[in-house]
């Protein structure tokens, strides 16, 4: 069965500083994975998504994520945080081709200090 | 371009009472459809899914009820609202076109039951 696990429930950045959320997946075959963002009380927005090719991919608001299939991570960063990133970040992973469902990730809370 | 609509925004209703919540599609043909449930520290949680007009998927067993009446309308329902309905609904859409599988969210409907 397919799984997702982000370790962090909450994660506090200073405003401007670099930011990794991580991603861990369990899945029988090559993945397709995903990273959302959600504001309080809005629905889920696509940053970014992997499904073959270069592993590091590039995504909206100046996000990026590199796919690390030895260690089944697929890990989001951002170089420099603004207080507007504060969201809650969901990881996803599914079948590349094909009809399935995602599987999502419980999401990391992200936190930005002045 | 395709949007995603769902109403109303926000619901009360007390316990026992019905429920219906509404999911549209629009700039799309044939889209897979899906109704999660996002409760508090719990991510998101796969409760149905369509493929097609009257096809139905039903992931998690309980007194809710999907119909889809038409190729992108998507509604939710139950006869009867328990407390532990209570939560952020999201509509949610896809299609294989181009052999993608991302799934693009709507807005969501936050219910109280009391």
């Known amino acids: 069965a397919q799984s997702v696990t982000q370790p962090d429930i909450h994660i506090t950045v200073s405003e401007g500083a670099s930011l990794e959320l991580r991603c861990n997946y369990s899945?029988?075959?090559?993945?397709?994975l995903f990273w959302y963002v959600q504001s309080p009380g809005q629905g889920l927005q696509l940053l970014l998504k992997?499904?073959?090719?270069?592993?590091l991919v590039q995504g909206i608001k100046g996000f990026e994520a590199e796919f690390k299939r030895s260690q089944s991570s697929f890990n989001l960063r951002k170089p420099s945080v603004h207080w507007s990133d504060a969201a809650e970040y969901f990881c996803a992973v599914g079948a590349i081709s094909g009809y399935s469902t995602l599987t999502f990730g419980k999401g990391t809370m992200l936190l930005v200090s002045p | 371009s395709q949007t995603i609509h769902q109403w109303p925004a926000t619901l009360v209703q007390p316990v026992g009472s019905p429920l219906s919540l509404e999911c549209t599609v629009e700039g799309t043909s044939n889209p897979n459809l899906y109704w999660y449930r996002q409760a508090a520290g719990r991510g998101l949680q796969l409760l149905f899914y369509s493929v097609g007009i009257g096809q139905i998927s039903s992931e998690v067993p309980q007194n809710l009820s999907a119909s889809r009446p038409q190729d992108r309308q998507f509604i939710l329902s139950s006869k009867k609202l328990l407390l532990s309905d209570s939560g952020f609904y999201l509509c949610?859409?896809?299609?294989?076109?181009?052999?993608?599988?991302?799934?693009?969210f709507g807005p969501g409907t936050r219910l109280t039951v009391l």
């Open positions: 949610a859409w896809s299609t294989l076109a181009g052999g993608r599988n991302e799934q693009f």
């Open positions: 899945y029988g075959a090559t993945p397709y």
């Open positions: 992997y499904f073959s090719g270069d592993t």
